[in-house]
């Protein structure tokens, strides 16, 4: 079974613009949620979907959106890139919505740096 | 003022010594979990805590709830146990009801 992918794997942007990331779970996983992680944090929820709707989000500004296709795939957009955006953005998924973080599968995680 | 925090922030050893991590939180909790993360970023879930001890392999994970602190300890350490540990926990009541909070991560060295 393929475990989770999250395209691309590095990217760079600049101030302002915009970043749409892209998370496919493990096949029969309908739950898919987002970490930011960066030196100065560690670790962060942004948010977590089941079937289609956001059950739950974290404290980020709502610059940070995202949204989840029928084949739960999901994707995360950060709208005017500012520099402390530069993080490692990782997605897991599991089986059931809310989940307990030992039964979710995380991805190898997408590297943005704003430049 | 972060909700989880770990000691120490790196650490290194020499193979074979014995490793311990600590992990300090703030809220009332449903759950603590370890998680290990290599480089390249790709994590995996260690422990699942909620009282007690815990032993996997040369893993061995303890969880104080009254002192609200954990530990994780690893016996016989490896170069291959170098990686980041990550303690995160899962808040219990109120307004923060089911929320993650995590720690900083320890950045674990161990040299052959």
Known sequence: KAGVTQTPRYLIKTRGQQVTLSCSPISGHRSVSWYQQTPGQGLQFLFEYFSETQRNKGNFPGRFSG?????????????TLELG?????????????GG???????????????? | KNEVEQSPQNLT??????????????VGISALHWLQQHPGG????LFMLSSGKKKHGRLIATINIQEKHS?????ASHPRDSAVYICAVRAQRGSTLGRLYFGRG?????WP
């Open chain 2, 71 to 75: 530990s994780l300890h690893i016996t």
């Open chain 1, 67 to 79: 949204r989840q296709f029928s084949n739960s795939r999901s994707e995360m957009n950060v709208s």
């Open chain 2, 106 to 110: 320890t950045q674990l060295t161990v």
């Open chain 1, 100 to 115: 307990p973080i030992n039964e979710q599968f995380f991805g190898p995680g997408t590297r943005l740096t704003v430049l």
């Open chain 2, 13 to 26: 050893a020499q193979e074979g010594e014995f490793i311990t991590i600590n992990c300090s939180y703030s």
């Open chain 2, 42 to 45: 790709g994590i995996v879930s």
């Open chain 1, 85 to 97: 955006d530069s993080a490692l953005y990782l997605c897991a998924s599991s089986y059931l919505a």
